[in-house]
């Protein structure tokens, strides 16, 4: 049966057949878009009808120019297309993995941390719970991936702060603090994964727990940018000084997700006692009269504690 459409018609008349194949397969646009101009039929005499091109390599000859450029065009636009396929399949599956999680801390608002079911996270998506699997292997990889999601927020509150330490390290100490609090009122479910152990069993993968190192390695870094800047003693800086800090803070965040959770984070009974917890630690760790930066960091405050 003929073709109805008379360029395509024409190219055939005057088209290798390795060229014809390539239309036959779907690539119609490559043939017509990128072969030369030819006469029309019904003008010209069998002497100016075109002869057949030949392959590109062996004892036929070479190939001519247009056809090279009309298979290298179609080769470059199919993978062009498979690419951008590629992209938008990732970009959905990424759309999808962010709705299970936003899913998934809805149900544990209402139905407690511990308390996840996988078969209502699927149910309230839309997907058959089998489905769910595809994405996530086990419950426990989603509270995993849900506690790297917290740590990174929780690390990106803080990282402007560090802008400040240059000018006045107890300030931005305060400033970020005080952010870091509000963003753990804000998110009380993820905030409960990353301080408590509301899942028996449950262990972050040491992918989720790398931005809290981070946070740690941040924590380090501003304190001893308070220790160089004169505003404390270096054994603020070192691992007792730490550990005293994020008891601090700590203490702060569960007494007000316990007791308020819902209220402003300026007005609630614990939350806005952040800046007197931070002035504590300051005159606890405040530099002695002749001590230097270089000093044992792990040296405490042993006696003032005892």
């Not at 049966?1 to 390539?22: C, L």
Request: net charge neutral; with cysteine.
């Amino acid at each position: 049966m003929k073709n109805p459409n008379p360029v395509i018609r024409q190219m055939a008349n005057h088209t290798p057949r390795f060229f014809t194949r390539m239309y036959l397969r779907g690539s119609a646009y490559a043939a017509v878009s990128t072969a030369t101009p030819v006469p029309n039929t019904a003008e010209v005499t069998p002497a100016h009808r075109l002869t057949p091109r030949r392959r590109a390599c062996g004892p036929r000859g070479p190939l001519q120019p247009g056809l090279t450029e009309g298979v290298l065009t179609s080769l470059w636009a199919l993978g062009f297309l498979n690419g951008m396929r590629d992209d938008r399949r990732l970009r959905r599956r990424n759309e999808t993995v962010q709705e299970i999680l936003d899913t998934a801390i809805e149900v544990m608002a209402e139905e407690g941390v511990a308390a996840l079911s996988m078969a209502e996270v699927a149910r309230r998506v839309g997907v058959r719970p089998p489905s769910l699997y595809q994405y996530f292997p086990s419950k426990m990889a989603v509270y995993d991936a849900l506690f790297e999601r917290g740590m990174r927020e929780s690390v990106d509150i803080l990282e402007p702060y560090r802008a400040g330490l240059t000018e006045d390290p107890r300030a931005a100490i305060t400033a970020g603090q005080q952010a870091a609090i509000a963003w753990t009122m804000a998110n009380p479910v993820l905030a409960q994964l990353l301080y408590w152990r509301p899942v028996p069993g449950f262990e972050p993968t040491p992918q989720a727990y790398e931005p809290a190192v981070r946070q740690l390695e941040l924590l380090r870094t501003v304190l001893q940018a308070a220790v160089h800047a004169g505003q404390l003693a270096p054994a603020a800086a070192g691992d007792e000084g730490m550990a005293l800090y994020t008891a601090l803070m700590s203490g702060v965040v569960s007494q007000q997700l316990a007791n308020e959770p819902s209220a402003p984070v300026e007005e609630g009974r614990f939350s806005r006692l952040t800046q007197t917890a931070v002035d504590m630690f300051f005159r606890f760790y405040a530099p002695e009269e002749g001590e230097s930066v270089d000093s044992d960091l792990c040296s405490g405050r042993a006696s003032a504690a005892d």
